[in-house]
């Protein structure tokens, strides 16, 4: 089968599309024809050394996909043909992948491959950080940094459908659109979005800062914090990671959450389909649809890989598979 190797450490350039053997099926996995695969961060970060598992080179990258199964283990709930969302971790780039069956959900009739395989990760993550460790209310007012990029938009969205205010940071003005159509109530720019949230709070600041890109956003995030405000940290797009003084979250009786996803699933393998069920009534509503970007052939999968590097990202880039 076709797939992409990770040979070096020498960053996103250097992917290699090569001919391997097809994974076999076992009792412990559920073998998928991968149609479509999304595209993640931790990749890029993958092709640099840089990431926190570091794999023996070289190795399949490919976090989430979405397919049909091609053959399953008995009492799974999974049959062959069937169309499901998943989670491998790695290998997803691929034209087959095995997958532990607690990472393979079934993908609603109306649910397209597309915004499957742009949900696993960004989702699952945001669901987790958003409900478990932000404990988001209805009505409460959310900010969101990088809000045009893939975890951006999951986070805008699914705070939208909790019920929650959205306030999205973007970079730049070709960025608003996005943010906008992921379902953000108002979008402000990077370079002052301190003054945005005061304007747009009556200066009351908001309830949650989802923060998946650190570096300078740190100190302005914890100023446009409501009293007893929560920030998640979700990651360090931005390079450097953020130091923050103890004292500073006294004042206002402030939170700081790290979100810490695949930590804790990793522990308790079943809350991963425990999470899916609870979007499920969503995706079948309609309120969850991935705001789509760019798409590549799997054989441009370093191209794909360079539009998150380089941060021309819109919304979640995907490679077609098959």
């Not at 640099?48 to 490919?62: D, K, N, S, W």
């Not at 607690?102 to 669901?127: E, I, Q, R």
């Amino acid at each position: 089968m076709r797939a992409v190797h990770i040979t070096s450490h020498a960053g996103p350039a250097a992917v290699e599309v090569v001919e391997i053997d097809e994974p076999a099926a076992d009792a412990d996995s559920v073998v998928i024809d991968v149609h479509v695969a999304g595209v993640t961060y931790p990749e890029v970060t993958q092709s640099r050394g840089q990431y926190h598992l570091r794999r023996a080179l070289p190795f399949v990258p490919g976090a989430e996909v979405a397919g049909t199964v091609r053959s399953a283990p008995p009492n799974t709930g999974l049959t062959a043909g069937q169309r499901v969302a998943a989670f491998p971790g790695t290998g997803g780039y691929a034209e087959t992948v095995a997958v532990p069956p607690a990472a393979v959900f079934p993908l609603p009739y109306n649910v397209s491959f597309d915004t499957g395989a742009a949900l696993p990760m960004n989702y699952l993550t945001m669901h987790f950080g958003l409900v478990r460790r932000g404990h988001l209310k209805p009505g409460d007012t959310v900010l969101v940094h990088g809000a045009a990029g893939g975890v951006g938009t999951a986070a805008v969205q699914l705070a939208a459908a909790l019920g929650a205010r959205v306030i999205a940071v973007v970079s730049g003005p070709d960025k608003i659109d996005t943010a906008k159509a992921a379902g953000s109530d108002d979008v402000v720019l990077a370079g002052d979005f301190e003054e945005g949230v005061r304007q747009l709070t009556g200066e009351r600041g908001v309830d949650l800062v989802v923060d998946p890109v650190g570096g300078d956003r740190l100190t302005g995030s914890l100023n446009s914090l409501a009293r007893e405000g929560r920030y998640l940290v979700v990651g360090a797009a931005g390079g450097d990671v953020p130091q923050v003084r103890i004292d500073s979250l006294m004042r206002k009786n402030l939170d700081v959450s790290g979100i810490g996803w695949g930590a804790f699933w990793a522990e308790q393998p079943s809350f991963l389909r425990e999470q899916w069920a609870e979007l499920l009534p969503l995706l079948k509503a309609g309120k969850l649809s991935p705001v789509l970007g760019r798409r590549f052939p799997l054989d441009q999968a370093a191209r794909a890989l360079l539009e998150l590097d380089q941060r021309r990202a819109r919304g979640k880039v995907l490679l077609d598979v098959r």
